[in-house]
């Protein structure tokens, strides 16, 4: 496999779960909750890499709470950062 570079979108997917769906009413509850990577460009190069391939992302990090760390902190092997 060849080294991948991804330029495009790196983002954080606030997921939330619910008790039902559709919601029954104007109020639904949530039973779970989980941030997690998102973005096609990021996404793909997190399977490259998971697949044993060499990546690196070109994306912009944002100045919110996630920018500075994330997703350099669950970065797995061979997804370059910089």
Do not use: K, N, Q
């Not at 997190?46 to 709470?65: I, K, N, S």
Request: some cysteine; overall charge positive.
């Amino acid at each position: 496999m060849g080294d991948v570079l991804g330029v495009g979108w790196a983002c954080v997917d606030l997921r939330f779960h619910l008790a039902v769906w559709p919601p029954a009413g104007s109020r639904t509850p949530v039973v779970g909750y989980r941030e997690a990577l998102g973005g096609p460009a990021a996404v793909a190069i997190l399977t490259v890499a998971a697949l044993g391939g060499r990546a690196a992302l070109f994306a912009r990090r944002g100045e919110d709470p996630w920018g500075p760390g994330w997703p350099s902190a669950s970065r797995p092997p061979g997804c370059a950062s910089g």
